[in-house]
């Protein structure tokens, strides 16, 4: 259990449009140091991203979707 867990929420990804999408979206993330999970909205294009933030910054978060 991981004390102080956050969650990065990114809307407006046309990418993340249906199961599909968010598995390949969850793959190419999932080895990512500091993140320890995530849930998409394929309705609303949205991902929220839990990660520790002694890991990985808000900052390099958003340059996941930055690349895209």
Do not use: W
């Amino acid at each position: 259990k991981i004390k102080n867990m956050q969650v990065y929420e990114q809307t407006g990804l046309k990418n993340v449009k249906c199961y599909g999408s968010s598995v390949s979206f969850k793959k190419q993330i999932e080895r990512m140091k500091g993140i320890y999970g995530l849930d998409t909205y394929a309705s609303s294009h949205t991902v929220k991203i839990y990660y520790n933030p002694k890991e990985i910054t808000p900052e390099q978060l958003n340059g996941i979707f930055s690349n895209r």
